[in-house]
């Protein structure tokens, strides 16, 4: 508080008991003290005061910074999010496409399957053979020459 040595104290001590008087001076330097105590306390009292008013207002700017970093989280996270939407949407177009891409090449090979598998019965009907799909015909006919052969064998042998 106020920067008073030991001689400044001691000095007033003197002054004090010439001017009070040694009867009085007890009751007056208690009543000093009484004072000097409030004065401090009070002093003390203001200083925490206005420690606490400048920690609050530390508390407000802390609160208020990580506020505005919430908001930008958020923001981030809302950005994020409609970008992995989007993201998902084009997947699923893409892997839609494909699909019926892939639809379209079936329908497309088994047409030329069909094409294919009439071509090759109307080769085996020209050429005597009876397919599984045309009734009308027969059975193809005995181009089984393991027989002929076993004939032939038995026929030399005899």
Known sequence: MFDMGFQEIV????IALIVIGPERLPAVARNVGR????TQRF???VKSDIANELQTDELRSMLSSQEDQIRELKDMVKETKSDLERT????QDSVSEGMDNAVEQVKDAA?????NNAKMQ???RSAGYSTYDDPEQSKAPNTNH???SSDQD???SA
């Open 111 to 115: 047409e030329v399957a069909r094409d």
């Open 35 to 38: 004072w000097v105590g409030k």
């Open 88 to 91: 998902a949407k084009q997947a």
């Open 11 to 14: 000095l007033i001590a003197i």
């Open 122 to 124: 109307e080769i085996a």
């Open 154 to 156: 038995s026929s030399q």
């Open 43 to 45: 002093v003390a009292g």
């Open 146 to 148: 393991d027989n002929d």
